[in-house]
């Protein structure tokens, strides 16, 4: 089974978290599947709130309504993928740069479920270099303190968040306590925010295997 049938696994069995009414939805390949699944039951939902422009763009051509945060109140679910969880369900997000707004519609979600394909999970993060959305100003001086704290920034080049900003990828970290480093960035001036979503991590991991879509709950 190639990585993209184990991502499209994952993203059906999402499917069964989806009680009608809105669905926040998150960005990227898994994604994608998720929501060519969601445009088959779109009649059972109100509506989807986007975590960026090319899952907005994706939805509205399947004919999925998509509403603005400011105009819903909270959301019963999210749904959205990672580059790599541990067993606490801690995350690396950011991969495809949606970072900042993933991060703002899993707060306004009651239930997070993460999908992914099986490679995602990890015993300790950091191989994939973590991402942060930084104000372009502020680029040189958030990369010397990523460097104390010892990781090897580098610069997204090309890439525009959007929200305007850039990215610095951190390569070179092993994260024993993301929630820690997860304060310790975000307070850096210039960070828009860190792609650790460890302090509101998920509520269930879905990983796409070769024996099935296998469900986790946090250790
Ligand atoms: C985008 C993300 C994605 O969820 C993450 O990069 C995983 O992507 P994919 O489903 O393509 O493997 O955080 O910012």
Same mark, same amino acid.
């Given at each position: 089974m190639?990585?993209?049938?184990?991502?499209?696994?994952?993203?059906?069995?999402?499917?069964?978290?989806?009680?009608?009414?809105?669905?926040?939805?998150?960005?990227?390949?898994?994604?994608? $599947?998720?929501?060519?699944?969601?445009?088959?039951?779109?009649?059972?939902?109100?509506?989807?709130?986007?975590?960026?422009?090319?899952?907005t763009?994706?939805?509205?051509?399947?004919?999925?309504?998509?509403? =603005?945060?400011?105009?819903?109140?909270?959301?019963?679910?999210?749904?959205?993928?990672? =580059?790599?969880?541990? $067993? $606490?369900?801690?995350?690396?997000?950011?991969?495809?740069?949606?970072?900042?707004?993933?991060?703002?519609?899993?707060a306004?979600?009651?239930?997070?479920?993460?999908?992914?394909?099986?490679?995602?999970?990890?015993?300790?993060?950091?191989?994939?270099?973590?991402?942060v959305?930084?104000?372009?100003?502020?680029?040189?001086?958030?990369?010397?303190?990523?460097?104390?704290?010892?990781?090897?920034?580098?610069?997204?080049?090309?890439?525009?968040?959007?929200?305007?900003?850039?990215?610095?990828?951190?390569?070179?970290?092993?994260? $024993?306590?993301?929630?820690?480093?997860?304060?310790?960035?975000?307070?850096?001036?210039?960070?828009?925010?860190?792609?650790?979503?460890?302090?509101?991590?998920? =509520?269930?991991?879905?990983?796409?295997?070769?024996?099935?879509?296998?469900r986790?709950?946090?250790?």
């Open positions: 190639t990585q993209d049938e184990m991502k499209r696994l994952a993203a059906e069995a999402a499917l069964d978290y989806v009680e009608g009414g809105l669905v926040g939805v998150g960005t990227g390949s898994t994604v994608n $599947h998720f929501i060519d699944f969601l445009a088959k039951i779109k009649n059972k939902i109100e509506g989807a709130v986007s975590s960026s422009e090319a899952s763009q994706r939805m509205e051509a399947l004919g999925i309504r998509v509403f =603005d945060l400011n105009e819903v109140g909270d959301l019963s679910l999210y749904v959205d993928g990672a =580059d790599e969880s541990n $067993h $606490h369900l801690e995350l690396i997000k950011g991969g495809g740069g949606a970072l900042t707004r993933e991060k703002i519609v899993a306004a979600s009651d239930k997070f479920v993460c999908i992914a394909d099986g490679s995602k999970l990890v015993e300790v993060m950091g191989r994939f270099p973590l991402p959305e930084v104000i372009p100003m502020a680029r040189s001086y958030v990369a010397r303190e990523l460097v104390k704290l010892g990781g090897t920034p580098v610069w997204r080049q090309g890439l525009v968040t959007d929200n305007g900003n850039v990215i610095l990828d951190v390569e070179g970290l092993a994260i $024993h306590q993301p929630r820690e480093l997860e304060q310790l960035i975000n307070n850096i001036p210039g960070v828009v925010t860190v792609g650790l979503f460890a302090l509101r991590g998920a =509520d269930v991991l879905i990983l796409g295997t070769a024996a099935g879509a296998r986790l709950e946090p250790v």
